[in-house]
């Protein structure tokens, strides 16, 4: 089963795969899938993280499987004929998952996807990045990049490039926007920006929130003293960072401020989509050395 990830620019819209696991019924983000496969043997690797199934190489390439029900500490699959990966691309790295079955395809707007709130989705333990309501049922939007980045932490932010940076760093007041759902992932971005330099940054929990903050800024006329810069993800609820990019690169004021777009996303097909937008610059996760180098590019100081 292979899938089309073809949306309108600047939808506000994503497309779902809908799996289920235990019963329960859950999601991720189309354009993080190269394809679907039936489940099959895979070779185990000794002395790997519990819940690495092993390896498996179609077409020569080398992909690790994860058994999704144990690291979500649901009941593991018994290996039966609706068993199925889920083979992905993000963040640089080729992963599969395997899940009890697969139901669908849904194509829903970032505005129906609920944020769940702290009760069940702290910064250290929570994987869940939405909820959605759909015929019925509740689909829950898993946090693939964190599922990977708990069972090895060296697939998340390298925060040892910003290390490397700061004995060459000075301080920076260049108010600097950043739009991300993810609090661990925010957080984490901020400090780094603060340990680059740049003090001064504006934290949204999504790209809803920081357009009405750009709109106000504006209103007030003074908007491009106040934002020299956005990092905005994709995957956001309310609004995503392509709409958020589509909103500021047609405004005839906000377009002045470059926009980089920081997600693990970042594979040939969605580049395409944010030059398209007109992006100033994209970058996937990983790199947050990078970041700090292309914001260092885009910002003028006076």
């Known amino acids: 089963m292979e899938t089309n990830i073809l949306l309108e620019n600047g939808t506000n819209e994503l497309e779902v795969l809908e799996f289920i696991i235990d019963g329960n019924f859950y999601g991720i983000n189309v354009a993080k899938i190269r394809e679907i ?14 819940s690495i199934e092993g390896i498996f190489m179609p077409r020569d390439t080398m992909i690790t499987v994860i058994n999704l029900p144990k690291q979500l500490n649901l009941r593991e699959s018994s290996y039966h004929k609706d068993d199925m990966m889920i083979l992905t691309t ?18 829903i707007s970032w505005a129906d996807i609920i944020k769940p709130d702290k009760t069940i989705n702290t910064n250290e333990t929570g ?7 759909y015929d019925g049922r509740i689909i829950i939007i898993l946090d693939f990049e964190k599922i990977v980045s708990d069972i090895n932490p060296n697939t998340g932010l390298r925060l040892s490039d910003i290390d490397e940076m700061l004995d060459e760093r000075t301080r920076n007041d260049s108010p600097i926007m950043i739009a991300d759902d993810s609090g661990l992932l925010s957080q984490l971005i901020s400090d780094s920006l603060h340990k680059a330099g740049y003090v001064n940054v504006i934290k949204n929990d999504n790209g809803q929130e920081a357009w009405d903050k750009l709109c106000a800024m504006k209103a007030e006329g003074n908007v491009l003293d106040r934002v020299k810069c956005i990092i905005t993800d994709i995957e956001m609820p309310k609004m995503d960072g392509h709409r958020l990019t589509y909103l500021i690169k047609k405004d005839d004021v906000l377009q002045k401020i470059p926009v980089v777009i920081f997600s693990s996303l970042i594979n ?35």
Do not use: C
């Not at 398209?276 to 885009?298: H, R, T, Y």
């Open 127 to 133: 994987i869940a990045t939405g909820i959605i309501k």
């Open 268 to 302: 040939p097909e969605m580049r395409k989509k944010g030059e398209a937008l007109g992006a100033d610059a994209q970058i996937s996760k990983p790199e947050i050395g990078n970041l700090v180098k292309i914001i260092d590019g885009l910002i003028k100081i006076d």
């Open 37 to 50: 496969l039936p489940y099959h043997a895979v070779t185990p690797v000794p002395n790997s993280h519990p």
């Open 90 to 107: 993000f963040n640089n790295l080729d992963i599969a998952f395997h899940v009890h079955s697969v139901m669908g395809i849904r194509r």
